[in-house]
């Protein structure tokens, strides 16, 4: 299994360019999310899909836009860049079989930089 | 939601030393704690977790205690290495009524360094 694998893994935008960032999981896992990361601030949840045609809103989710067609694909879509969206995206899954479960699987992270 | 709040930011200890990390939360409904490590350029992993019906869980040289009547949970490492050198975060579900738990809310992460 390749786990969860984000693409690309750098990306460098000029602001109000748009672009996706893709996430595949080859697990099967009905719930996966995005989170940024920014120094001092952690991990910060900007979507989430509990399985395929569901998505909802996180933390920070002003400037992204999600899709989930299918239960291995959730892609993050900028559609008008601005600097403060430079940061270090993840890609997270997870089964969501209730209590018990939990654990979040990461992609490898995809660094943006908005100039 | 649930507010986690993590100490210290940075944490330098001698190598074989003990680290300790320190997590509290807000919900006094949130009954799953996971720790995750990050290593440099790679993603978060889970390394260790408890649920409220513990108070304590250990893997080897990693250990969790938590205590809900103060709302906080710590990380403890024992005779570090090396290879500890990370950033550690500790999470709490963001909903309480999450029964999956896999909705996250993090610390602001512990920059974990061991000096050789």
């Known amino acids: 299994n390749a786990g969860v694998t984000q693409t690309p893994k750098f990306q460098v935008l000029k602001t109000g360019q748009s672009m996706t960032l893709q996430c595949a999981q080859d697990?099967?896992?009905?719930?996966m999310s995005w989170y940024r990361q920014d120094p001092g601030m952690g991990l910060r949840l900007i979507h989430y899909?509990?399985?395929?045609?569901?998505?909802d809103q996180g933390e920070v989710p002003n400037g992204y836009n999600v899709s989930r067609s299918t239960t291995e694909d959730f892609p993050l879509r900028l559609l008008s860049a601005a600097p403060s969206q430079t940061s270090v995206y993840f890609c997270?899954?997870?089964?969501?079989?209730?209590?018990?479960?939990?654990?979040?699987?990461f992609g490898e992270g995809s660094r943006l930089t908005v100039l | 939601g649930e507010n986690v709040e993590q100490h210290p930011s940075t944490l330098s200890v001698q190598e074989g030393d003990s680290a300790v990390i320190k997590c509290t939360y807000s919900?006094?409904?949130?009954?799953?704690f996971p720790w995750y490590k990050q290593e440099l350029g790679k993603g978060p992993q889970l390394i260790i977790d408890?649920?409220?019906?513990?108070g304590e869980k250990k893997d080897q040289r990693i250990a969790v205690t938590l205590n809900k009547t103060a709302k906080h949970f710590s990380l403890h490492i024992t005779e570090t290495q090396p290879e500890d050198s990370a950033v550690y975060f500790c999470?709490?579900?963001?909903?309480?009524?999450?029964?999956?738990?896999?909705?996250?809310?993090f610390g602001t992460g512990t920059r974990l360094t061991i000096i050789p």
């Open positions: 997270a899954s997870s089964y969501s079989g209730g209590a018990g479960t939990g654990e979040l699987f």
């Open positions: 919900d006094s409904a949130s009954n799953y």
């Open positions: 408890i649920r409220s019906n513990v």
């Open positions: 999470a709490a579900p963001t909903d309480s009524s999450n029964f999956g738990n896999e909705k996250l809310t």
């Open positions: 899909s509990v399985g395929a045609g569901i998505t």
């Open positions: 697990m099967n896992h009905e719930y």
